[in-house]
């Protein structure tokens, strides 16, 4: 038998988080208070401090730092954007024009089928780290997390870039109705949750004859809208399926077409009854565009909206203050996601103590963490071994199977497998063998100084002194010329940047 | 064999309660001969299982009439007892079946009628049909009835713990062996630094996920990852892979929770049930031969959240259904049958099937994992297992008897 490590064999407490915290703060002044509280924004809304962001937050104050994330349209990104159109032209295509291009194999690997995957994956990835847009790059990753298509289904290969880019983007700050529309729309969602292929019962289409398909119409009840408790039955599940039968794609080498279809000889033109919508015979496409309308509105999707959205934000389980105050602004404002988010991040529980450090980073917001505070030298190179990274611990972009999306929730997030592809991640990353280029402030010469020096510039919010002794008696056990690049790894590496 | 292996359990779990001091098993514990501690391998159909593909009642001619195009062909079923067949692609099981190693439980399922994956995942999980309130999973409850509270004892072969391992107990969860391993320099030192780092967190969340993986890189690095069979280059292949090697290595390890995702089939199912089954089959064929002699401690439970619908759908495909199939491989089974309530096949009629439309479920899910836990594991009492429910022998499929 091979040897067990004894601790393995010993009993542990219980892992079961009922409170928020996950690892208390150090006790500081209100100097330190305040700098707690810019970063804490920075970790919550965005993907983390860089020298950019600190220096805005300081200047604008939290408030008003907030505002300019709310309302983005004046912030730059122009030279990224071009950067991202550059490296990776499928990220601009429309539908038509990415599934023409990449859909046939040619024999050169750079059009195969996976290039969109793959170039969408690091365009996220270089938003993610460069972008001062960071709510909104924030936002459209919640949003799709919250929609999900698996983006090697199907039409999906090429319609997620244009989910994320075209139906999801331009509504995080707009009405949820929209978004969903444009969701319903797309041709990747079409085909992941088989509405391209629900027709009227015994429809002949293409040469098959089809039928009802209820996969879709389940999906926008329980994961889109009210929720698996917003109070429908399977009539209403069927009922919903027969008010979007005909809404396909529309497989076409038209290289404009956003790859949409409403197919009406395929439609169920009868009457149809939704959760209290009644929806009269021979009204075509009309019938789902009413039905989003409708689900949009219900009080039982905006609890579900702004619950997910305070867990993302604040912490889990959410305050359930702001949960109310969230869906209170969103039913008040039929369904604007602007004033939602607002309500939710203006709210005194974003920075409140009581929830300060109450998440687990998913794997991106950890890799995107580290890429903003040591800065990246080679971002191709950069993103392209990210994606790798992400994948093993588990979070591999666009590619979550289940209509859910990746958890949002801490445990999901702590298995030993996954966390030991952090701790080299963050070795690697202190080494620059990443397209890191890390910068560390030259520190003193003293074991206490080094560590300092490393927490000052990589966690502002403070590590608690156990860490601090830990790393102490790391650095003085290393040679000089390791001690820095050792002993940063090993804080990165650290509880204190696994949280947020 | 059945008799002295059970007899074995009772002294087995006796002495670990005798050594539940932390840090005293590894030190303290008695010689004994490797690998004999039964092991419980829960394998998830992520997506809802066409149980009527996948064991095929060939007998009931109303499942020819209800899959006009996506029926398994008649005869080209493998004939299992003479009512059932399995689809073709399970070929590589059927020796198993036929030499008594493989017992199927058919038209089982959950008293809750949710057709939601993720509820109905839930439910079966967390062994709580219908209650939402209960989110510890039956296996982390089975860990604390049965006082396996180390870390070692179970595991989640994906980068996330399993629901069904989820709770008060911590266990492991690790994708891949092989990259379980520290790179760069001065490993030995940084790993001393974070060991004391994160066992000084009073999180026990975090605590657990830091102080288990410094232990678990200890520990693989000591495990023989070679296979003595040919699994295929799947997730589930993997993943089944690395399984063996840590209960071939008898490290400890008496549950552990493996995925295998992607049966829902609401389109083409013609395209993608054969090529899941045969991943499905080939993976769980390799796993078996490459246990060898620990193939009868060790029971592989299989299951899903729900069976599909009688009737397939209008997209070649088939919508979220109710009554589903679960079946066992290895250990002390009574294999080479079909098991079901009285005996029974409830049938494919609207008179007889759930809500008119799907198949019943006549065995509760909760009496399968009971009689496993009491007949494999050794478990004296499963009653805290199952909350709200009565748990009694009488009610056992007959898995083992």
């Known amino acids: ?500 | 064999m059945p008799l002295s292996r059970r007899a074995f359990l009772k002294t087995a779990t006796a002495s670990l309660a005798a050594f539940a001091t932390p840090g005293a098993l590894l030190h303290a514990r008695p010689a004994r001969a490797a690998g004999t501690d039964p092991v419980l391998v829960a394998l998830y159909l992520r997506g809802g299982c066409d149980a009527l593909s996948l064991v095929v009642p060939a007998g009931d001619p109303i499942y020819y009439g209800a899959r006009p195009t996506i029926r398994v062909a008649a005869g080209s079923e493998l004939a299992l007892d003479g009512f059932f067949g399995f689809h073709p692609n399970m070929a590589p099981l059927l020796p198993f079946y036929q030499a008594g190693r493989l017992a199927v439980v058919h038209a089982c399922g959950s008293p809750d009628g949710t057709r939601s994956h993720f509820d109905a995942q839930d439910f079966m999980e967390f062994a709580a049909p219908g209650n939402k309130n209960i989110q510890v999973g039956w296996l982390n409850r089975f860990l604390s009835a049965a006082g396996l509270t180390q870390p070692i004892s179970a595991i989640t072969l994906e980068n996330q713990t399993a629901k069904a391992l989820t709770g008060p107990v911590s266990t492991l969860a690790v994708t891949s062996l092989s990259r379980m391993t520290m790179q760069g320099t001065y490993v030995a030192e940084r790993r001393q630094a974070i060991q004391t780092i994160f066992g000084s967190i009073p999180s026990p969340l975090l605590n657990a996920m830091g102080t288990n993986t410094v232990d678990l890189l200890d520990l693989v690095s000591t495990v023989d990852a070679t296979p003595a069979a040919t699994y295929p280059s799947s997730n589930l292949g993997k993943a089944l892979q690395n399984l063996a090697a840590l209960i071939k290595a008898d490290v400890g390890v008496r549950v552990a929770a493996v995925n295998h995702a992607s049966w829902d089939h609401h389109a083409y199912q013609l395209q993608h049930f054969p090529v899941m089954t045969n991943d499905l089959a080939s993976s769980l064929a390799a796993f078996a031969t490459d246990l060898g002699s620990d193939l009868d401690r060790t029971l592989v439970l299989v299951m899903t959240e729900f069976g599909r619908r009688v009737s397939e759908n209008g997209a070649g495909g088939t919508d979220h259904g109710h009554g589903s199939v679960m079946f066992a491989l290895g250990g002390a089974l009574a294999g080479g049958r079909v098991v079901m309530r009285n005996d029974q096949w409830p049938g494919l009629g609207p008179a007889t099937t759930f809500e008119g439309i799907d198949l019943a479920g006549t065995t509760d899910f909760r009496d399968v994992f009971a009689e496993v836990l009491s007949r494999h594991m050794g478990l004296s009492d499963p009653s805290p297992v199952f909350p709200n429910f009565s748990v009694s022998p009488s009610n056992f499929p007959g898995l083992f008897v």
């Open chain 1, 1 to 500: 038998m091979a040897s067990t490590p004894a601790s393995l064999r010993a009993r542990r407490a219980a892992i079961l988080v009922a409170g928020a915290v996950l690892l208390a703060g150090a006790a500081c002044n209100d100097l330190q208070k305040q700098q707690q509280r810019r970063e804490t924004v920075l970790n919550r809304i965005g993907y983390g401090p860089d020298p950019w962001s600190r220096q805005r937050i300081a200047e604008l104050g939290v408030a008003a730092y907030i505002e300019e994330q709310l309302n983005p349209s004046a912030l730059d990104d122009s030279a990224l954007e071009a950067q991202i159109a550059s490296l990776y032209p499928v990220t601009t295509m429309a539908y038509g024009q990415s599934r023409t291009t990449f859909h046939e194999y040619t024999g050169n690997p750079e059009m195969g089928p996976f290039i969109p995957l793959r170039d969408g994956t690091h365009a996220k990835i270089l938003r993610a780290v460069k972008s001062k847009k960071q709510l909104e790059q924030v936002l459209v990753d919640f949003w799709y997390n919250h929609f999900n298509v698996d983006a090697l289904i199907e039409e999906a290969r090429w319609g997620y870039l244009t989910m994320e880019r075209d139906a999801i983007r331009p509504h995080v700050f707009g009405k949820f109705e929209d978004m969903l529309r444009a969701v319903a729309q797309n041709p990747g969602m079409l085909d992941y949750l088989d509405n391209s292929v629900n027709f009227k019962t015994d429809f002949v289409y293409l040469g098959t004859k089809r039928g009802i398909n209820e996969n879709y119409a389940r999906e926008i009840l329980e994961l889109h809208t009210v929720g698996v408790d917003g109070g429908y039955s399977q009539q209403d599940v069927r009922e919903v399926a027969r008010a979007f039968s005909g809404w396909t794609v529309a497989v076409t080498t038209n290289s404009t077409s956003n790859g949409f279809m409403f197919y009406s000889p395929g439609h169920d033109r009868g009457a149809k009854s939704v959760m209290g919508l009644e929806l009269p015979a021979n009204r075509g496409q009309m019938d789902g565009i009413d039905v989003i309308r409708h689900l949009s509105l219900l009080p039982q999707t905006a609890y579900f909206l702004s619950r997910k959205l305070c867990q993302r934000f604040i912490s889990e389980p959410p305050p359930q203050r702001v949960v109310d105050a969230a869906a209170q602004t969103y039913l008040a404002t039929g369904g604007d996601l602007r004033e939602t988010v607002r309500t939710i991040l203006l709210s005194p529980e974003l920075t409140d103590p009581a929830y300060f450090r109450g998440k687990v980073k998913r794997p991106l917001v950890y890799v995107a963490s580290l890429g903003r505070a040591l800065g990246v030298n080679d971002d191709h190179w950069f993103a392209y071994v990210m994606a790798t990274r992400v994948s093993q611990m588990g979070e591999t972009l666009f590619r979550a199977g289940p209509p859910t999306g990746y958890p949002d929730v801490s445990r999901y997030w702590v298995g030993e497998g996954a966390y030991v592809a952090r701790i080299n991640l963050a070795w690697e990353a202190a080494h620059g063998n990443l397209g890191f280029a890390p910068q560390f402030d030259a520190p003193g010469p003293t074991p206490a100084e080094v560590v300092n020096q490393l927490q000052k510039q990589f966690i502002k919010t403070g590590i608690r002194p156990e860490t601090r002794a830990a790393l102490e008696t790391l650095a003085r056990g290393l040679p000089p010329g390791a001690v820095v690049p050792q002993t940063a790894a090993t804080l990165l590496a650290s509880p204190e940047n696994l949280v947020h």
